[in-house]
């Protein structure tokens, strides 16, 4: 996935590129509702075998492989893969945005066994295909924030006012920090 493409002569530049599976674009990228159409079923008059991975056709110009499904997610991408494949990925898709769509109508509503077997499905899918594709994550990506105390969210960091000028002593007096003009609105009213 990438913001810019430029092409100047024979010289190709891509501007913020972020490395994605297909797997990850046939989940989450486009609408969360496809139409019916979306999805299109291999013919199956060619039994020639196929690999099983998803791929992208977004900016290649392929021939249509009639031995593969399509599921084209927008105008600009359509993904490839064996009919095998691309019914499981679609089946999955539209069972995540359906659960997607349940929790953000009732956040507070609790989980039902199918709806923790489909998030467990998502999560070991995508496991598994950046296993596959080695893409290595981040330090510090994926972990839990770190918990804190609500006095120090609310309260501004404090301020060394010495540290802006060293910790020499230069002959100049020290300085207080300036006064804390805010208000107690709490006692207005």
Same mark, same amino acid.
């Given at each position: 996935?990438?913001?810019?493409? +430029?092409?100047?002569?024979?010289?190709?530049?891509?501007?913020?590129?972020?490395?994605?599976?297909?797997? +990850?674009?046939?989940?989450?990228?486009?609408?969360?509702?496809?139409?019916?159409?979306?999805?299109?079923?291999?013919?199956?008059?060619?039994?020639?075998?196929?690999?099983?991975?998803?791929?992208?056709?977004?900016?290649?110009?392929?021939?249509?492989?009639?031995?593969?499904?399509?599921? @084209?997610?927008?105008?600009?991408?359509?993904?490839?893969?064996?009919?095998?494949?691309?019914?499981?990925?679609?089946?999955?898709?539209?069972?995540?945005?359906?659960?997607?769509?349940?929790?953000?109508?009732?956040?507070?509503?609790?989980?039902?066994?199918?709806?923790?077997?489909?998030?467990?499905?998502?999560?070991?899918?995508?496991?598994?295909?950046?296993?596959?594709?080695?893409?290595?994550?981040?330090?510090?990506?994926?972990?839990?924030? @770190?918990?804190?105390?609500?006095? +120090?969210?609310?309260?501004?960091?404090?301020?060394?006012?010495?540290?802006?000028?060293?910790?020499?002593?230069?002959?100049? @007096?020290?300085?207080?920090?300036?006064?804390?003009?805010?208000?107690?609105?709490?006692?207005?009213?």
């Amino acid at each position: 996935m990438y913001e810019e493409l +430029t092409r100047v002569h024979h010289l190709t530049s891509v501007r913020c590129l972020s490395l994605i599976t297909p797997i +990850t674009i046939a989940l989450f990228a486009g609408p969360a509702r496809l139409p019916h159409d979306a999805f299109v079923q291999a013919k199956m008059n060619s039994m020639q075998p196929s690999g099983g991975n998803l791929s992208s056709s977004e900016g290649e110009e392929e021939p249509e492989d009639i031995t593969k499904s399509h599921i @084209k997610m927008d105008n600009w991408i359509s993904l490839n893969a064996d009919p095998e494949v691309a019914s499981l990925t679609f089946q999955l898709r539209q069972k995540w945005h359906s659960l997607f769509i349940r929790r953000m109508r009732a956040p507070a509503k609790p989980w039902s066994q199918a709806d923790e077997a489909v998030l467990r499905s998502v999560i070991q899918v995508l496991s598994n295909e950046e296993q596959m594709s080695a893409l290595q994550q981040p330090v510090g990506i994926g972990q839990r924030p @770190k918990p804190m105390a609500a006095d +120090t969210m609310n309260s501004p960091p404090a301020r060394n006012i010495n540290s802006r000028f060293g910790s020499q002593d230069h002959g100049q @007096k020290s300085m207080t920090p300036p006064r804390d003009h805010r208000r107690d609105f709490s006692k207005a009213f």
